[in-house]
Each structure stands twice: as C-alpha cells, then as structure tokens.
C-alpha cells in the first residue's frame, strides 16, 4: 500500500464516449505479476477505510451523460460490497444506466453474478480486460499477463472492452496496428495506453513511440470507437493532486 500516493480520483470524460469515471481503491489486484505495472500499489486491506474514501469519491458522481466508468487498481472483485452497493444506488439515483468496470481474465467465471447485481436493476454493466496485446507468446513471456488463451475470440467471451498497451521493445507499426483492427473485431471499444516510465523493469521504446505517433494515431485518433490515451492519466484520474 502506498500511503503517501493521493491521486485526483473523480473526472470527466467528454470526448468519444462521454461518462465520468472515478478511480476507487480496493482490497488490491489479485494477479499482481504484470512486469509493466506498478498500478496495483493504490490498495488497502481495510475494507471500512476503502468505503469511507470510496464513499467520498462517489459523491462527485452527478449523473452526467447517464455513463460512470469505475477504475481500481485490479478488478471489480477487489471492491468491498458495500461500496459495490453504494455504486449501483448512485446509479439509480443519478439515473446512470451504463457502467463500465475493469477485470482481468483471472476473474472471468465470477463475472455473471457480478454483471447480475447491476442488470437487475436496469443498468448495463461494460466490462473491460487488459490484453495488452494479442500476440500471445509476447503477452506472457514478456509481459506475463496470466492470459492461459491464445484465440482473441474466446478471450473477448465475457468482455466488451480491451486495453492495449504500446511503446514497448519488440512492437512495430505493423504489430500496433494488429493488435488494435483484432481488438475493433471482437470488442465494442478499444482503448490504447503508451507506456510511460515508472518504478518497473519494462521501460517505454522511444522508437516504437515514434512509430505509434507517426504510423498510427493519425489513422485512429478520431475512431469513436478508440480511446488512445498519450499519458495514463489522461482520462483525467491517477494524477497526483496539486497542493497549494
């Protein structure tokens, strides 16, 4: 747990798909082996310590566009159940009828009965999976994902959305611009992230960034069905508050 991190936590998104988005803290991310992310670091074992700032956070939440998209460091199922609770009656307060949540592919089985606590209240539950890539053998043996699918097919079975991951060692315009056209195929959105320099040992390619900037973003910067985001923080969340 990272004590000193006091991140923004509430945003609003409003190009392409407009919601407001709230990154929530967790009980932390069960898989935790991803050689690119420190992320997972944003957790606490008190779940009453979770509700009460999750609590905090949620009381931003006005409704705007009838979309909440709910990040966490990990999945959905790191969250308490009180504040799983607390979101699905801001949503129907707010009348919020989509709501998008990330989940990694370890947690797959669980997701009907979490889909179920929302849906049965008339709200549509997005899901999204980290996939980083499609390229399986760079996935795990590079990245070490916990991905046991190789078919993008079956791996999109349960999910709606899909993250990417670009700007690393070993990718190339051609690769990039797979993964995304796979991604458009079997999700509803894709969203691009370009690896930034933090405390791990994968460390961003500038030539393959380069390559992105000039090879790919033109083609899908204007994609509503692409999200691409040139710093993590760029949907507005995980930045490091301004203290006057």
């Not at 669980?110 to 499609?134: Q, S």
């Not at 995304?180 to 460390?203: A, D, Q």
């Not at 000039?214 to 507005?236: A, H, K, M, S």
Request: proline share 3%; with cysteine; charged share 30%.
């Amino acid at each position: 747990m990272n004590t000193a991190f006091d991140p923004v936590r509430y945003s609003v998104i409003t190009e392409k798909n407009p919601r407001e988005i709230v990154m929530l803290r967790g009980s932390g991310c069960k898989w935790r082996h991803c050689r690119f992310c420190d992320y997972h670091l944003d957790f606490s074992k008190d779940a009453a310590a979770n509700y009460a700032l999750n609590s905090e956070v949620l009381a931003k939440v006005r409704g705007l566009y009838g979309k909440l998209e709910v990040i966490n460091s990990g999945s959905l199922m790191d969250l308490d159940k009180d504040t799983l609770a607390l979101i699905r009656d801001i949503c129907l307060q707010k009348n919020i009828r989509e709501l998008h949540f990330e989940c990694h592919w370890m947690h797959r089985n669980e997701l009907p009965a979490y889909r179920a606590f929302f849906t049965d209240y008339g709200i549509a539950v997005k899901i999204k999976i980290g996939v980083e890539t499609f390229d399986a053998d760079f996935r795990e043996h590079v990245l070490d994902k916990g991905i046991d699918e190789t078919d993008p097919a079956i791996i999109s079975e349960g999910f709606d959305e899909v993250c990417l991951l670009f700007g690393l060692t070993g990718q190339t315009a051609a690769s990039m611009r797979n993964d995304i056209e796979t991604g458009l195929t079997h999700f509803e959105r894709v969203c691009v992230n370009l690896m930034v320099e933090n405390s791990t040992s994968i460390k961003p390619d500038t030539s393959v960034l380069a390559d992105f900037m000039e090879q790919i973003y033109p083609f899908y910067r204007d994609d509503p069905r692409v999200d691409i985001l040139l710093n993590n923080t760029d949907f507005g969340v995980g930045k490091e508050k301004t203290h006057e």
